[in-house]
């Protein structure tokens, strides 16, 4: 058992977050299995987003096929923790291996997709991902619908009008009430989507939700 291993089966957190705080700071290939691992394993949060900088830190053309192949793990935070390192290589050669976890059968893992395809899609992809994020307008609890609009915002108003227009025009009032409140969003970046969601819930139910293009 290596320094590292032997560090990340102690159950203070602390002393785990300093070990991948170690191996950060002194970027070794060998330290990468070891890393992936615990990625699929550890409970806290904030060893997870160390272990994710632990790995941007390592050499990009070795690291980002190893991560993509973590997307076929059968561990649902497996998945959820190689999009989110992902995200942050921003390495446009895993596109296609993130756009796959748009369907995932877990809706964290989802969620955590939208953020990272939004991150690396191609530019003569960009309308498809909007059209793919907006057939889940109104679907999922409010903390579902946040992180949806978020990445929709994250498009831009240009490429989300068109998708959203079609949704509030074809959808039912839980549906328009979502594309109000990402319009609401996209108009007020710094408002809260809880309030966006409330004030969109009043609009539509008095039948005078404002037009996407205006």
Not at 94 to 119: M, N
């Amino acid at each position: 058992m290596s320094p590292l291993e032997a560090a990340f089966a102690n159950p203070d957190p602390s002393l785990r977050l300093n070990a991948v705080l170690r191996a950060g700071m002194t970027p070794s290939l060998p330290d990468l299995e070891i890393l992936l691992h615990q990625c699929a394993v550890e409970p806290d949060f904030q060893v997870r987003e160390m272990l994710t900088w632990a790995l941007i830190r390592l050499p990009a053309n070795m690291v980002v096929p190893r991560v993509c192949e973590e997307l076929a793990r059968p561990e649902p935070q497996a998945r959820l923790q190689a999009l989110h390192t992902l995200s942050k290589f921003k390495d446009a050669t895993a596109w296609p291996a993130v756009a796959g976890c748009l369907d995932d059968e877990d809706q964290r893992v989802v969620r955590t997709a939208w953020y990272a395809a939004v991150a690396l899609v191609p530019e003569n992809k960009r309308d498809w991902l909007a059209g793919k994020l907006a057939a889940s307008l109104g679907h999922g609890d409010a903390e579902t619908q946040r992180s949806l609009s978020r990445a929709l915002v994250a498009l831009g108003k240009d490429v989300i009008d068109p998708v959203l227009a079609v949704a509030a025009e074809r959808g039912d009032a839980t549906v328009r009430q979502h594309v109000d409140a990402t319009v609401r969003l996209l108009q007020d970046p710094d408002s809260g989507f809880a309030t966006s969601l409330k004030s969109a819930r009043r609009e539509v139910a008095l039948g005078r939700t404002r037009s996407t293009k205006g």
